[in-house]
């Protein structure tokens, strides 16, 4: 139990919550109906969100426990509560647990006609316009399961039951538990047969001939396409003939797809000389989230178009329900959880989530842009650039990469600021879809104390930048950019300037300096003036700046 976290099939809430002058049943239903719309779940009573056990003295009465599970009934339509049971914790405290269904032919409402679905660990109200999203999405979440076929395992096809036999029983990512079950048992904890032994639609994707995966209502088929400098087409392969289950597909493609392996020259300069067009671990990671978020209720090709500075992946069905290119870093939400969990267990991917978060990582380290998501209700495209943002940038993210040990949020965060010189606080966090402040700290993490980036101003006017001490760390011969020149480097830059130049308007001086951001240079300018080291004159239209004559 003290392992147990809230997610998307979990939420604990306090016993106060159900029972007593100050129960709030009317929430517990919305939750009731969170987790109906989604993939069912276990709302656990009796125990705080942040704590791990019950209190010591706290005991439950079958029959109030009974009552709350009547009044969540009433106050749902189209929820299945089972099993109710009172469970006592190893501390002597008492909690009890309601096992919430997913409904899989209708949409849960609340008697009051409010609809909610579960997105990670939290449940959002779902609005009129996204009722169609969600009534697809509740077939896409079901489709795993449904056996359509009617074909027993004898049916299958005998080598891809030993191939899956065999990659599970090998795979350090699956527990001696698991390994040591009979070969229908696995079959039966990965969803792939049935409690009457037929085939799920997951298990004909796994298991089945290519007939029977042929069968299947919107199989997977995949395109791959090349074109050249002018988008004309120049080499196709398709994937339309179903002889390959999920794995023996992604390596297939991956044998095929050698546009993905080239690499381009850089400059003698950097640490490196070669640079792979796209990171093969985030080709892995889009090309097998194409396979494992496909909507299977839709029809339509995946496709992996190969452009001459991009590549696309496209696949039918748009972002799950409460997922979009504003959050996918952070939120989780697995439309195949059942698919996703073998993929995950066969080592092919993360599992937990998207995977984008490996994405970023991998993209921050080679100093390249992110993905560009669009995503509507009939597909999602995903396009990724070749290009470098910045060599300069690169050459100090792999000195910083081989000298300091970096978490995952910190290496994503050291991209965005490295690859842009100078960021603002709001720009940083808009960059990492991070929508509140204190979040921020925990993706800057231990920069500032490494001294890899400084920060300076505050609260909203916050801006972090490389730390220019870095560079000659490095020992690349490279000059740090103007745009993050240290303050008292700019005001000498400006006096020098001024010395030249003369009296000077700030567009003047601006100007000249053009490699720093003007604000910047307004900013050290109303510094140097406050300090007596700039006299101003004139008005506020025709105002000039000059260095006051020595007495």
């Known amino acids: 139990m003290n392992n147990w976290q809230e997610d998307s099939n979990l939420d604990f809430k306090s016993l106060k919550k159900a029972i007593g002058n100050k129960s709030d049943v009317e929430s517990l239903a919305e939750t009731c109906v969170c987790f109906a719309n989604a993939q069912g779940g276990k709302l656990i009573i009796g125990i ?7 209190p010591t003295n706290q005991k439950i009465v079958i029959d109030e426990m009974n009552k709350v599970v009547s009044r969540l009934r009433s106050l749902t339509d189209g929820v299945g509560l089972v099993n109710p049971e009172v469970i006592k914790h190893k501390n002597g405290g008492e909690y009890f647990i309601v096992n919430i269904l997913p409904s899989s032919r209708t949409i849960a409402t609340t008697t009051s006609g409010k609809v909610f679905v579960r997105i990670t660990d939290n449940c959002y109200a779902v609005k009129s316009e996204e009722l169609t999203d969600l009534a697809s999405e509740k077939n896409a979440f079901q489709w795993e399961l449904v056996v359509a076929q009617k074909l027993s395992i004898e049916q299958a096809d005998t080598e891809q039951i030993n191939f899956f036999i065999s990659k599970i029983r090998k795979s350090e990512k699956v527990s001696d538990f698991i390994k040591d079950k009979s070969d229908v048992e696995i079959f039966e904890h990965y969803q792939l047969l049935s409690h009457e032994g037929l085939l799920t639609n997951l298990g004909v994707l796994w298991l089945g001939t290519p007939l029977q995966r042929a069968r299947l209502s919107y199989p997977i088929t995949f395109q791959y396409l090349v074109y050249n400098e002018r988008e004309e087409k120049i080499r196709e392969k398709k994937y339309h003939f179903h002889q390959y289950n999920p794995m023996e597909l992604l390596l297939e493609i991956e044998k095929e797809a050698v546009e993905l392996t080239y690499s381009s020259e850089l400059s003698n300069g950097l640490f490196r000389n070669k640079i792979r067009n796209y990171p093969k671990e985030v080709i892995r990671e889009l090309l097998i989230n194409t396979i494992a978020h496909k909507r299977y209720t839709s029809s339509g090709d995946i496709f992996l178009e190969v452009y001459s500075d991009r590549i696309v992946f496209t696949n039918p069905g748009g972002l799950p329900l409460g997922i979009s290119k504003d959050n996918i870093l952070h939120e989780r ?3 195949n959880p059942h698919l996703i969990q073998t993929l ?3 080592k092919l991917m993360e599992g937990e989530g998207s995977g984008y978060d490996l994405v970023y990582e991998k993209l921050s380290l080679d100093a390249k842009p992110f993905p560009e998501i669009e995503s509507s209700f009939n597909k999602m495209a995903v396009s990724v650039k070749s290009g470098i943002i910045d060599e300069e940038a690169l050459s100090v993210i792999d000195y910083i990469n081989k000298h300091f040990q970096l978490t995952q949020k910190e ?3 050291l991209g965005v600021v490295a690859t842009r010189k100078k960021i603002l606080v709001t720009q940083l ?11 921020l700290k925990y993706w ?24 220019p001490g870095i560079f000659s760390q490095a020992k690349l011969n490279l000059t740090p950019s103007l745009k993050t020149i240290e303050t008292y480097k700019l005001e000498a830059l400006i006096i020098e300037d001024l010395k030249h130049n003369g009296e000077s308007k700030m567009k003047e001086i601006q100007d000249r300096l053009s490699e720093v951001y ?3 240079i307004q900013k050290a300018v109303y510094r140097l003036v406050d300090k007596n080291e700039l006299i101003k004159s004139g008005g506020y239209r025709n105002r000039t700046y000059l260095i006051p004559k020595k007495k």
């Open 444 to 467: 800057i993490g231990t920069l500032i104390d490494k001294n890899i980036l400084i920060s300076r101003g505050a609260k909203k006017g916050t801006e972090y930048l490389l730390n």
């Open 333 to 335: 939400q697995r439309r």
């Open 344 to 346: 995950h267990d066969l």
């Open 518 to 520: 003007p604000n910047d």
């Open 48 to 54: 705080e969100n942040k704590e791990s056990e019950p």
């Open 411 to 413: 290496t994503i965060t």
């Open 429 to 439: 966090s808009t960059a990492l879809q991070i929508n509140q402040e204190d979040k």
